[in-house]
T-cell receptor, first 117, second 114 residues
Framework: AQTVTQSQPEMSVQEAETVTLSCTYD???????LFWYKQPPSRQMILVIR??????QNATENRFSVNFQKAAKSFSLKISDSQLGDAAMYFC??????????????FGKGTKLSVKP | NAGVTQTPKFRVLKTGQSMTLLCAQD?????MYWYRQDPGMGLRLIHY???????AKGEVPDGYNVSRLKKQNFLLGLESAAPSQTSVYFC?????????????FGDGTRLSIL
């Protein structure tokens, strides 16, 4: 069974600085998708960024980028120029490709990010 | 542009009571999911549906039942609530399995069982 591990329960960053959140996963599949979701205190689940396993290029969305290392099964999230609004719980999630999937996500336990002004 | 709507947003029950959580999506998505979120546990899949009239068990299905009589609705039932079911419940939908399409989440239901 696939598992997702987020080894940092809590992280803190100074406003305007850069922070990296770690995520590793375990799978025997070669085709899958990876996601980072943000959950602010409002409880909403907000998609931050996504990555296809077959793509070598790391995904980027404005201040958010990933470092996808397929061989190492690592999918870290880098937040540049951190803002107060980035403070939230961040979840890493895995999904098998459609050939063996029902579309459900497997989540890590989350990393709580605090941003200091 | 409602997306995924969960009803109610908050509820307190007594042990042994029953209730139904409603999830409605207006995006014509095929796939729907119920997750529960507990402190330090992330989100775990309870049940899911791959289309109207279908349901299947996820990782933590015990104590819950589901139904999907209409494509747009996915109901989660607790027949006899237990304190261990105190949690935040999220519904999500997915248009199709192909591609890296993300799941769309509702805003969650906070359920407390006393």
């Amino acid at each position: 069974a696939q598992t997702v591990t987020q080894s940092q329960p809590e992280m803190s960053v100074q406003e305007a600085e850069t922070v990296t959140l770690s995520c590793t996963y375990d799978t025997s599949e070669s085709d899958y998708y990876l996601f980072w979701y943000k959950q602010p205190p409002s409880r909403q689940m907000i998609l931050v960024i996504r990555q296809e396993a077959y793509k070598q290029q790391n995904a980027t969305e404005n201040r958010f980028s990933v470092n996808f290392q397929k061989a190492a099964k690592s999918f870290s999230l880098k937040i540049s120029d951190s803002q107060l609004g980035d403070a939230a719980m961040y979840f890493c999630a895995y999904r098998r490709n459609y050939g063996g999937s029902q579309g459900n996500l497997i989540f890590g336990k989350g990393t709580k990010l605090s941003v200091k002004p | 542009n409602a997306g995924v709507t969960q009803t109610p947003k908050f509820r307190v029950l007594k042990t042994g009571q029953s209730m139904t959580l409603l999830c409605a999506q207006d995006m014509n998505h095929e796939y729907m999911y119920w997750y529960r979120q507990d402190p330090g546990m992330g989100l775990r899949l309870i049940h899911y549906s791959v289309g109207e009239g279908t349901t299947a068990k996820g990782e933590v299905p015990d104590g819950y039942n589901v139904s999907r009589l209409k494509k747009q609705n996915f109901l989660l039932g607790l027949e006899s609530a237990a304190p261990s079911q105190t949690s935040v419940y999220f519904c999500a939908s997915l248009r199709a399995l192909e591609g890296n399409q993300p799941q769309h989440f509702g805003d969650g239901t906070r359920l407390s069982i006393l």
